[in-house]
């Protein structure tokens, strides 16, 4: 799934259980993907890798593989949550909540792109006959699915946010949505369509 969509859909569903801790949630639904931008930003500005080879190869060498497996592991979550939960601490545990959630979330959606949700107990990884974004695996559709919970759930974020700041944000990944969906999915006959397959990092 989409970063951004994390970020909203466990905002709606946590922080509308858990009010005040907006900041822990968020950190949460992201931060699972935070290897992924690392990774982005080193083999592109550091290393200038050509960028064909982005998320066929070096997408897929072990230790880049570590990292991301790392940050979407359920497993080392819970641990995390356990601890926070004995401690006392509300921040941690909404932070790890939200990290769960994230990795539930991704789990039916990725399909030769999938986690090792349950690194480093096991290496498996649940090939789903779905992507979030792969046309090739039933990813119009679930964009679809993804682009209307989001657009549903939004006014249910704005609702939670407080600063102007955080709003603008919100609209403005909304506006970003709208327009990414109607540029790579919905089926507007153009010359040029054939090569407008969107090329998603895994998140
Ligand atoms: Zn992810």
């Known amino acids: 799934?989409?970063?951004?969509?994390?970020?909203?859909?466990?905002?709606?569903?946590?922080?509308?259980?858990?009010?005040?801790?907006?900041?822990?949630?968020?950190l949460g639904a992201i931060a699972p993907d935070f290897p992924i931008f690392a990774f982005?930003?080193?083999v592109r500005a550091i290393e200038k890798r050509p960028k064909e080879t982005i998320w066929s190869e070096a997408y897929y060498e072990p230790f880049w593989?570590?990292?991301?497996?790392?940050?979407?592991?359920?497993?080392?979550?819970?641990l995390g949550l356990l601890a926070c939960l004995y401690c006392g601490w509300q921040p941690g545990t909404l932070f790890f909540g939200s990290a769960i959630l994230h990795s539930c979330l991704d789990f039916?959606?990725?399909?030769?792109?999938?986690?090792?949700?349950?690194?480093?107990?096991?290496?498996?990884?649940?090939?789903s006959p779905v992507s979030y974004w792969d046309p090739r695996h039933y990813g119009k559709i679930a964009a679809s699915i993804e682009f209307l919970l989001v657009l549903a759930t939004v006014p249910i974020v704005f609702n939670l946010l407080?600063?102007?700041?955080?709003?603008?944000?919100?609209?403005?990944?909304?506006l970003?949505?709208?327009?990414?969906?109607?540029?790579?999915?919905?089926?507007i006959p153009s010359p040029a369509k054939s090569s407008q397959t969107p090329q998603n990092p895994p998140s």
């Not at 709606?12 to 968020?26: E, H």
């Not at 970003?176 to 999915?185: E, I, K, M, P």
Request: glycine residues 8%.
């Open 1 to 26: 799934m989409n970063t951004p969509s994390h970020y909203i859909l466990n905002l709606a569903v946590l922080g509308t259980l858990s009010p005040g801790f907006n900041g822990a949630i968020t």
């Open 40 to 42: 982005y930003l080193v």
């Open 65 to 78: 593989q570590n990292c991301v497996a790392i940050g979407h592991s359920v497993p080392l979550a819970v």
């Open 108 to 127: 039916p959606v990725h399909n030769d792109d999938a986690h090792r949700h349950f690194f480093p107990i096991s290496d498996y990884r649940f090939i």
């Open 162 to 174: 407080e600063s102007p700041i955080s709003k603008g944000i919100l609209g403005a990944i909304a």
């Open 176 to 187: 970003l949505y709208l327009w990414g969906y109607t540029r790579f999915y919905l089926p």
